[in-house]
């Protein structure tokens, strides 16, 4: 059975890190696109970061790049997020995703993604 995992989460003072995880079960997840997306409560859930599943280049919102960094860690069969200076807007329930495919350029779009994880919380409060 295909899972994805979330951890990493918390509750942090503007300015601080956090290190979101995505752990797979059931499947290699360098075999397949990997997302993150973010949702506020009454929003629309938002893209954030993917990574290619064919080394192509990994891809940022405008609101987040220069701030946020993806990576794979293979041995581990995980994707990470790695998110600096946070600040009150970055305050929402972080989504990891896979795509059932690998490409050279990821998608920004939710229906581009099969698998989902349960998602994780990022409250950023001073």
């Known amino acids: 059975q295909l899972q994805l995992v979330e951890s990493g989460g918390g509750l942090v003072q503007p300015g601080e890190s956090l290190r979101l995880s995505c752990a797979a079960s059931?499947?290699?997840?360098?075999?397949?696109?990997i997302a993150w997306f973010r949702q506020v409560p009454g929003k629309e859930r938002d893209w954030v970061s993917c990574i290619s599943g064919l080394g192509g280049p990994a891809k940022y919102s405008q609101s987040v790049k220069g701030q946020f960094t993806i990576s794979r860690d293979n041995a581990n069969n995980t994707v990470h997020l790695l998110v600096n200076n946070l600040k009150p807007e970055d305050t929402a329930v972080y989504y990891c995703a896979a795509a059932a495919y690998k490409s050279i350029f990821c998608s920004r779009t939710e229906k581009s993604y099969n698998y989902w994880g349960q998602g994780t919380q990022v409250t950023v409060s001073p």
């Open positions: 059931g499947f290699s997840m360098d075999d397949h696109d």
